[in-house]
Antibody, heavy 122, light 110 residues
Framework: EVQLLESGGGLVKPGGSLRVSCAGSGFSFNVYAMNWVRQAPGKGLEWVSAIGGSVPGTFYADSVQGRFTISRDNSKNTLFLQMNSLRDEDTAIYYC???????????????WGQGTLVTVSS | QSVLTQPPSASGTPGQRVTISCSGSSSNIRYNVVNWFQQLPGTAPKLLIFGNNQRPSGVPDRFSGSKSDTSASLAISGLQSEDEAEYYCSVWDDSLHGYIFGTGTKVTVL
């Protein structure tokens, strides 16, 4: 069974930094693309970033380009999102989502974690 | 960021059929696969339909997906009370080089 467990969320001041993590199990982590998707309170889903599996490549939403960095440690089956220069509008639940293919561009997401809450406030 | 357009709400009585539309463009739906997600209140999204019209194991066959040109649809037949949820479509956009989501449709069982 695929399991994704996010951690690292919390309260951070505007302009601050935070790194969230996602531990994957139950599948060949290094093969599949991985994604971050966020949901602001009471709002819809917003894709944030993707990183390829056996097909390399990273992609970012315009709203986070240049501020967020996605990475993965396949030896530890863990996905990361480094978030810098945080803004109030980055407040959201951040979900880790497993890609359906090794390429980020194909197939979308087929499994989700439970999410970790990031709150940006002074 | 481009979005996919969905109706904000849909409703029906138990046993009825409900259809949700997802309108996109030539840079997304026309050439890429559409997935649908169900989000029950207070929970993470769950994959409902992948590859335009495929159901993961465990998803009831009451749920079906289709795609035509730049639009996609999700149909729920034999509506049940546990189908009350928010539904989102999603697809890769070749112009934006990223995934986009629909605006979401809240389904209410009357």
């Amino acid at each position: 069974e695929v399991q994704l467990l996010e951690s690292g969320g919390g309260l951070v001041k505007p302009g601050g930094s935070l790194r969230v993590s996602c531990a994957g199990s139950g599948f060949s982590f290094n093969v599949y693309a991985m994604n971050w998707v966020r949901q602001a309170p009471g709002k819809g889903l917003e894709w944030v970033s993707a990183i390829g599996g056996s097909v390399p490549g990273t992609f970012y939403a315009d709203s986070v380009q240049g501020r967020f960095t996605i990475s993965r440690d396949n030896s530890k089956n863990t996905l990361f999102l480094q978030m810098n220069s945080l803004r109030d509008e980055d407040t959201a639940i951040y979900y880790c989502a497993k890609g359906a293919h090794s390429s980020s561009r194909k197939g979308g997401f087929d499994a989700w974690g439970q999410g970790t809450l990031v709150t940006v406030s002074s | 960021q481009s979005v996919l357009t969905q109706p904000p709400s849909a409703s029906g009585t138990p046993g009825q059929r409900v259809t949700i539309s997802c309108s996109g463009s030539s840079s997304n739906i026309r050439y890429n696969v559409v997935n649908w997600f169900q989000q029950l209140p207070g929970t993470a999204p769950k994959l409902l339909i992948f590859g335009n019209n495929q159901r993961p194991s465990g998803v009831p066959d009451r749920f079906s997906g289709s795609k035509s040109d730049t639009s996609a649809s999700l149909a729920i037949s034999g509506l049940q009370s546990e189908d009350e949820a928010e539904y989102y479509c999603s697809v890769w956009d070749d112009s934006l080089h990223g995934y986009i989501f629909g605006t979401g449709t809240k389904v209410t069982v009357l």
